[in-house]
């Protein structure tokens, strides 16, 4: 049971250039989303997905794609990269944010992407 | 004004104290999460609670949903406590551009030998 499996740990890219973040869990959970983490503005939702299929948008999806054919994962794409999507980039998931199943859903988060963009 | 309030934003303690961080939120919930965040590192959960209080070893966490605030204490604080604390809410609502969870900015203890 590895958990949450983000890759990769560090990245470089130039301005333009595309790349996609890995996401894969092994819990059979629902939920899944990413978050970038940038300094002073705590975690800010990108995009989120509650199964396989449904994905939606979260505070900043701007220059993000995600899709979910599976349960198991949930890939991040940026599609031209620029400087100001240099942060650091956190997937997460849950069994289910249905606000009346609030037990035994904690939160598994990946380890990061250090993500720059020159 | 933001819907999660953590305070202090910024927390020093000598090795041994005790440590209380505050958590208040403005919206209805059906759960709280407590995280910590260690320097270059990921992003661990300690607690998930929705009413009354949690141990777990030396970290207590406790909420009171009418308040609608929580506390994180660490009791005989260390220095490898030191780490960023986030508190998130769950939201009874589900949807919206917040995707039901709503982040507080962290607060940032170090714990000085």
């Known amino acids: 049971n590895a958990g949450v499996t983000q890759t990769p740990k560090f990245q470089v890219l130039k301005t333009g250039q595309s790349m996609t973040l890995q996401c894969a869990q092994d819990?059979?959970?629902?939920?899944m989303s990413w978050y970038r983490q940038d300094p002073g503005m705590g975690l800010r939702l990108i995009h989120y997905s509650v199964g396989a299929g449904i994905t939606d948008q979260g505070e900043v999806p701007n220059g993000y794609n995600v899709s979910r054919s599976t349960t198991e994962d949930f890939p991040l794409r940026l599609l031209s990269a620029a400087p100001s999507q240099t942060s650091v980039y956190f997937c997460?998931?849950?069994?289910?944010?249905?606000?009346?199943?609030?037990?035994?859903?904690?939160?598994?988060f990946g380890n990061g992407t250090r993500l720059t963009v020159t | 004004k933001n819907e999660v309030e953590q305070s202090p934003q910024n927390l020093t303690a000598q090795e041994g104290e005790f440590i209380t961080i505050n958590c208040s939120y403005s919206v209805g919930i059906s759960a709280l999460h407590w995280l910590q965040q260690h320097p270059g590192g990921g992003i661990v959960s300690l607690f998930m609670?929705?009413?009354g209080k949690k141990k777990h070893g030396r970290l207590i966490a406790t909420i009171n949903i009418q308040e609608k605030h929580s506390s994180l204490h660490i009791t005989a604080s260390h220095p490898r406590d030191s780490a960023v604390y986030i508190c998130?809410?769950?939201?009874?609502?589900?949807?919206?551009?917040?995707?039901?969870?709503?982040f507080g900015k962290g607060t940032k203890l170090s714990v000085k030998p």
């Open positions: 819990m059979n959970h629902e939920y």
């Open positions: 609670l929705s009413s």
């Open positions: 997460a998931s849950s069994y289910s944010m249905d606000s009346h199943i609030p037990y035994n859903s904690p939160l598994h």
């Open positions: 998130a809410v769950r939201r009874l609502f589900y949807g919206g551009s917040q995707g039901n969870l709503i």
